[in-house]
């Protein structure tokens, strides 16, 4: 498939948001507001010469200026001084939070209009394109740490719209931690690594955030998600993403809606195993943000339907639980999500720190048509990122240009480290008359951000939890109800990893005790029989007890019928597209080179078709060699070239094992093979063997009558294989909490 031009911009008839019209500007200027455009105006222009930041041509850049040949380095060296000063300040803070992470430019169009529901600037017209720019992370480990571990990921949308910047600022679940902003900073200090010797790094699996958890019950439902495998994404093009909280839409006759936001990944949702992640981890801790990466350059952009569910003002109470509580979801089966537009990544950043470590979400960040509920962390979240940009990008981070709105922004706020724009003239103030009396607030626009005119109940100022927040369990029940057996049998093995890896018996029993048993009974007693942690018999002292600070009220009388299928990844339709999945194909010498050469077309050949027809129904797969060596391997026919060698080539970055016929026999005798097979069989790979390959089936112990495993030649086996993908994975064949 062809690769779009990085800088083209989208083609006739559709037309980008905030591309201006004729009428708008004159047309020497008219593309500059093409977001890709407007990023290329801040590009140094590249020079044959080396200069110093002022300009000055520089004679030699690898010697520091020297009294003589062999003498001291002289103060006077501003050359080197100039170079090196710089360099030492390469570095600003990293994210207090969400400090790893990775980011890609794109685009978002919406189907049909949604006028009638909001005056969003991107939902409105089906022929505009708004640009987008997507930043991924995970929330504890640091900026330098590993893309896999167990933990939430951030799915933060920055909307470029012609009525100014919307930041979608969510994660890959849809409830959080707890109730109250308020509570964050103890949240963040309890997950991150432990202050006293800086252990253990981008994990949950110690004894302060248990601790913390134990002793929160309102985070119950958010734990389900964070032990269930939603924790470790195959890919960031596979996950859903939340905007969490209820947020509000309103149309342009000033009536306002309830809404949840979704995003829907057109690559389906799969995620790793633990085993599998943890391996990952050590192998490649890049892998998320390469598979992003070369998904793009490959042309495989991904693609997610943004989904809203709809509730009417007058619904807000029907539901059993409060719509301004975030540690609630709304159940797909009694809201459906509406599909209303598709965002597609197309293009990667050119400059990772300019782009992806400079950009600046905001929950505040909003534009006409979309407005805030009194959900209280959201409301802490409208202070608490202006509050962090300002601090970690400065008081003009909205001039940085991956920030920087492409509708002109005008006021008169001044000066501040590193400002860029030049204002001309003596007036910085409002209201004025020497400068005309502009910038002028416009209070009849119709295009001004104004808020929703509510009434809001009277009543005595309160540091209070509404009574309708009190329900922490029966959502997690929900969660555990829907659920598969294998899905049951990964979260308890979750629980069961991280409550082995706290040392205090107190938090170790109060996670039990307080909080697990009331999510439900199996559960307890899956982790129960993994932790040695008792299930305390009902009414002894260790058994439930109010103590918890934020104590809980009953759970539904009907929490234990609660279901939603949607919630569970096993029931989802299998990926609608398998671009960019990864097939190991093993070779060793004497491969039978035919045979591999057809295999290898066939992928090509399936992904050929993949991208053309952007369909979702075939595969496109990305097939990589793998010589017991670098370089190539002897065939029956020519030597044969190996993409990688095998020692450089683990088995958890791939998708799938091909091995074709004259290899099996000779890779059976080889500990990497048997290794490399036998991690795939553990983490429910499909694996395709020729009929010689049963030999090295047999060394890497894979039953070969398990689910997944096909034996055959030729192109069944490789359509086999393809088939087989299409469920993702096997997770039946080995149960992670009980692990053969
Ligand atoms: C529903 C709950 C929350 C969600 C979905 C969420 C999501 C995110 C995401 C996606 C980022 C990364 C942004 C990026 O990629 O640059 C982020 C960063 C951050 N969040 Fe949250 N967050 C939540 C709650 C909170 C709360 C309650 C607070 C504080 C009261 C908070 C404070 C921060 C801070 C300080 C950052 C770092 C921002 C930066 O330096 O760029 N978050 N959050």
């Known amino acids: 498939m062809k690769k779009p031009s990085k800088t083209a911009l989208p083609p006739s008839p559709v037309r980008t948001s905030g591309q201006v019209t004729p009428a708008d500007q004159p047309p020497a200027t008219r593309q500059d507001t093409d977001k890709n455009v407007d990023l290329r105006i801040s590009t140094q222009a590249p020079g044959a010469d080396l200069t110093t930041n002022q300009g000055v041509i520089v004679s030699d850049d690898q010697n520091s200026l020297k009294s003589h040949v062999r003498g001291p380095t002289l103060l006077e060296d501003i050359l080197m001084r100039e170079k090196i000063t710089h360099f030492d300040h390469e570095r600003i803070p990293e994210r207090v939070v ?18 009638a529901i909001t005056m969003a600037a991107p939902l409105q017209d089906p022929a505009v394109q708004t640009p987008v720019f997507v930043r991924f992370s995970t929330v504890a480990g640091s900026r330098g740490s590993t893309d896999t571990p167990r933990d939430v ?3 933060a949308v920055k909307f470029y719209t012609t009525d100014g910047v919307w930041d979608l600022v969510g994660n890959n679940m849809p409830v959080f931690f707890i109730q109250d902003a308020n509570k964050f900073p103890d949240l963040i200090h309890a997950v991150k690594p432990e202050p006293h010797n800086e252990i253990p790094q981008a994990q949950s699996a110690h004894d302060t955030f248990w601790d913390f958890a134990s002793l929160t019950p309102e985070s119950a439902h958010m734990l389900m998600w964070v032990m269930s495998d939603r924790a470790i994404p195959r890919s960031l093009t596979m996950m859903e993403g939340f905007g969490v909280h209820t947020f509000r839409l309103v149309n342009a006759e000033g009536v306002s809606r309830f809404v949840k936001f979704h995003w829907k990944p057109l690559k389906g949702v799969c995620s790793l195993v633990w085993e599998e992640a943890t391996l990952i981890s050590g192998k490649d801790p890049d892998f998320n943000r390469r598979d992003l990466y070369e998904a793009i350059e490959a042309g495989n952009y991904p693609e997610w339907e943004l989904g809203l569910q709809i509730i009417e003002e007058e619904d807000e109470h029907k539901f059993g639980f409060d719509l301004l509580d975030a540690t609630k979801l709304i159940p797909e089966e009694l809201v459906p999500v509406v599909k209303v537009g598709k965002m597609t990544l197309n293009r990667n950043p050119d400059n ?23 959900d209280p962390l959201l409301q802490g979240r409208l202070f608490s990122y202006i509050d962090t940009q300002l601090r970690r990008v400065g008081p003009n981070f909205h001039e940085i240009p991956i920030n920087r709105s492409l509708k002109p922004a005008d006021n008169n706020q001044r000066d501040g480290f590193a400002r860029m724009t030049i204002n001309k003239g003596k007036v910085s103030y409002f209201p004025n008359s020497l400068g005309g009396g502009c910038p002028m607030h416009q209070p009849g626009a119709a295009a001004a951000f104004r808020s929703v005119a509510l009434k809001e109940a009277p009543g005595p100022k309160v540091r209070e939890r509404s009574a309708s927040f009190s329900d922490h369990f029966s959502q997690a029940t929900q969660f555990w109800n829907s659920m598969s057996d294998w899905e049951k049998d990964h979260i308890a093995a979750a629980f069961s990893f991280e409550l082995n890896q706290v040392v205090d018996e107190g938090v170790r029993n109060r996670t039990m005790n307080e909080i697990l048993v009331n999510i439900h009974p199996d559960l307890a007693e899956m982790v129960s029989g993994a932790t040695g942690i008792a ?6 002292p260790d058994a439930p007890t109010p103590s918890a600070p934020t104590p809980s009220g009953p759970l539904r009388q009907d929490a234990d019928k609660l279901r939603s299928p949607a919630l569970s990844m096993d029931k989802a339709p299998p990926p609608p597209s398998l671009i960019g999945r990864k097939v190991a194909v093993l070779l060793g010498d004497g491969v039978d080179a035919k045979e591999v050469q057809s295999a290898l077309a066939a992928f090509a050949e399936a992904k050929e078709v993949q991208s053309a027809l952007a369909a979702f129904a075939e595969a496109g797969l990305v097939a990589e060699t793998i010589g017991p060596h670098g370089g190539t391997v002897a065939t029956s026919g020519k030597p044969m070239k190996v993409n990688r060698a095998a020692p450089n080539a683990p088995s958890v970055v791939y998708d799938a094992v091909f091995v074709a016929a004259g290899v099996g026999a000779g890779l059976a005798a080889q500990p990497l093979a048997q290794r490399f097979v036998h991690e795939a069989y553990r983490h429910g ?50 149960s992670v909490l009980k692990p053969s």
């Open 98 to 115: 969400h400090a790893r992470g990775t980011a890609a430019h794109g685009l978002f169009q919406v189907y049909e209009s949604q006028a």
């Open 535 to 540: 299930v305390a018999p009902a009414g002894t």
């Open 685 to 734: 790979k499909p694996i395709a063997v020729a009929p010689d390959g049963e030999a090295l089936l047999q060394a890497a112990g894979v039953p070969p009558a398990a689910a997944g495993i096909g034996i055959g030649q030729g192109s069944k086996m490789v359509s086999d294989l393809i088939k087989n993908l299409g469920q993702h994975r096997f997770p039946r064949r080995v």
């Open 352 to 374: 990772f720190f300019a782009e992806t470590e400079q950009v600046a979400f905001h929950t505040g960040h909003v534009v006409p048509g979309i407005d805030f509920t009194n």
């Open 153 to 155: 990921r951030g799915f």
